[in-house]
């Protein structure tokens, strides 16, 4: 290389080397400017972070503020009205005390005046002080006087019922008993529009007291009708199940003195008849023991009434001192009170037998039919009935026949009893003897059916119905039996095919419970009127209770009757029928004769 060009070459290299030095220079100069940079942008944000909080503050300061200055603004116009309401209180207050004062001078002036009349009064209150003692002494008088004759009258009153019992007993006339269900809901549900306009659930019968039934209504376009109907005993809609069967207790004193017995009940469908004879609806049926306050109807509360007379302590009576007293009081227990059960509907104008143990399916009874027997009773032929120890034994076994009547819903009654449900109660007692009998039996009863009893076989005995005799027991010692039999009727319903809205077999079953009813009014229109023939074989519901239509029985009829406008036509047949059944004059009632305990065994079921 030539001399020039190296020295040129070195003086490039140098240069080279200071530019390099400067551009590390300057590298470093820029590294630090950028540190510096990245300092001065935190401090940067730093800044901006505090300025944002110092601005939000006083953003905050600036709201206070300015609530405050609303808040003074307020307090200073709220300060305003106050001022004004407490300048209108003070004129208010003075206004008051100005009225005030005028009133205290008026009411000083007005005491004064009532004061001058007070004293005024009592001046004249002195005067007929005399007058008024006198009147008192006159109204003391005629208090106690009222008292007495109302005495009296209530006296006169039971004498005339115990009187008229009597001579309902010496004739023979079948008891009829009236009562009124109250109004139910169903009773306003009616498809004709005549009777919704006339309000059918309006009553139209009516208890005037505990013997008078009034019957009222005034329909448009229909005449008036305002009958009374007199019956032995009627009973309102408030009045209880046990007020029922206070009335009927004395007829289970009969059954147990030797007389047959017979409790029916008749009436429309929804009348009440099923609850007055069992209770209200259930499917468990009535439940024992009872409760006094309870629904339950007359056949449980006969049941228990009656096992509870047959559970009386025995110790009045000694069987080897002589026939004093019969099985009722007997301490023997082969001569205890038997009781027996038996169960029929009539269905369709045929007998089934509710107990018969070849029940097909359980779900009916076994067809049954009427027979007369030798002695001229009648009897249903080959009947089951089974011997019961106790009340709830009885009812379970009433419960097994409920389950198996006929029922079906109409649009009267939803569970609407298609059948005349008949239970038989036979109870078989050894006799009483003589008087002192009476007494050791008697002692075993309550008093006040006790003295029923032998105030009605004194008047028995005094109208020449002679009691029964004794009949002595037989060598071997056999005590003398009595057979006495309580039937407990509850009737299917009297119904209007327009109104109960039945079809097919329902109807069939309705034309046979009308004409079986028909037929029972006919054998009573025969019995009153004393015709030679009674059509009792018409049916054969008045078959099989002819011994109580016509025969010795007592025969108690509870006509139930709705008091709904809307029934008035059902009602006053019912009653029609009431009625004609206490025209009836059957003579007075027997007692069963007595027979031989070995003849009852030797009798075939």
């Known amino acids: 290389m030539p001399a020039g060009g190296g020295r040129w070459g070195g003086f490039w290299e140098q240069r080279t080397r200071q530019l390099q030095s400067q551009v590390r220079a300057k590298e470093d100069k820029i590294a630090e400017l950028e540190t510096e940079n990245a300092v001065l942008l935190l401090k940067l944000a730093e800044y901006k972070g505090k300025i944002e909080k110092s601005r939000t503050e006083a953003t905050r300061i600036s709201t206070l503020y300015n609530k405050q200055q609303r808040l003074q603004r307020n307090t200073r116009s709220a300060l305003s009205q106050l001022d004004r309401v407490i300048q209108k209180l003070n004129q208010d207050i003075q206004a008051f005390h100005s009225s005030s004062r005028a009133l205290l001078r008026d009411y000083q002036d007005e005491y004064q005046d009532r004061v001058s009349a007070i004293v005024t009064a009592v001046q004249r209150t002195r005067q007929s002080a005399e007058t008024l003692l006198a009147c008192q002494a006159k109204v003391v008088h005629l208090e106690q006087a009222l008292q007495d004759v109302s005495a009296r009258h209530q006296l006169e009153r039971q004498r005339r019922k115990v009187l008229h019992n009597s001579l309902v007993e010496l004739k023979g006339n079948i008891r009829v008993h009236c009562r009124i269900r109250p109004l139910l809901p169903f009773d306003s549900e009616s498809d004709d529009p005549v009777l919704q306009s006339s309000s059918t659930s309006r009553e139209v019968a009516h208890a005037v007291d505990d013997e008078t039934v009034l019957v009222k209504c005034d329909r448009p376009g ?3 009708i305002n009958k009374t109907y007199h019956f032995e005993r009627v009973y309102g809609p408030a009045e209880s199940q046990s007020a029922v069967f206070g009335d009927v207790r004395p007829l289970l004193t009969s059954l147990l003195d030797g007389y047959n017995v017979c409790v029916m009940a008749y009436g429309q469908t929804g ?5 007055t004879m069992l209770g209200p609806h259930s499917d468990d049926g009535p439940v024992l023991p009872l409760d006094p306050q309870s629904d339950l109807g007359i056949i449980p509360r006969a ?9 009386i302590p025995r110790t009045n009576c000694q069987i080897k001192d002589g026939p004093k007293c019969g099985g009722l009081i007997s301490e023997n227990p082969s001569r205890s009170p038997k009781v027996e059960v038996s169960i029929v509907e009539v269905y369709n104008n045929d007998i089934f037998d509710l107990l018969a143990k070849d029940t097909v399916a359980a779900v009916s009874g076994v067809k049954r039919e009427v027979m007369t027997a030798k002695d001229g009773r009648t009897e ?6 089974e011997a019961v120890g106790s009340a709830s034994k009885l009812m379970e076994l009433v419960r097994g026949g409920l389950q198996l009547r006929a029922k079906h819903p109409t649009l009267v ?4 009893s298609r059948s005349h449900l008949i239970i038989t109660v036979t109870l078989t007692t050894a ?6 009998a009476d007494q050791a039996c008697s002692a075993t009863l309550p008093r006040e059916q006790t003295e029923a009893g032998r105030a009605g076989r004194s008047r028995r005995t005094s109208q020449g119905a002679s009691a029964p005799q004794l009949v002595p027991r037989d060598p071997a010692g056999h005590a003398e039996q009595v057979q006495a039999r309580l039937q407990l009727v509850d009737l299917a319903g009297s119904e209007c095919i327009g109104v109960s809205g039945v079809t097919g077999s329902a109807l069939r079953e309705t034309a046979c419970i009308n004409r079986s009813l028909a037929a029972l009014a006919d054998v009573l229109g025969a019995l009153s009127e004393h015709r030679s023939h009674i059509p009792y074989r018409n049916s054969r519901l008045t078959h099989l209770l002819q011994d109580c239509l016509g025969g010795d029985a007592k025969l108690l009829v509870i006509l139930c009757i709705s008091p709904s406008q809307r029934h008035l036509a059902q009602t ?12 009836v004059q059957r003579g007075p009632a027997r007692k069963r004769p007595p027979s031989s305990q070995m003849e009852g065994k030797r009798r075939p079921d």
């Open 413 to 416: 009654h939803a569970d609407s």
């Open 303 to 311: 049941a228990e009434e009656l096992f509870r007379f047959c559970d």
């Open 431 to 436: 006799t009483c003897s003589d008087s002192t």
């Open 380 to 385: 249903v032929a080959l009947l089951a009935s």
């Open 271 to 275: 009348s009440g008849k099923t609850y």
């Open 572 to 583: 006053l047949q019912g009653l029609g029928f009431g009625i004609r059944a206490r025209q």
């Open 222 to 224: 229909h005449p008036l």
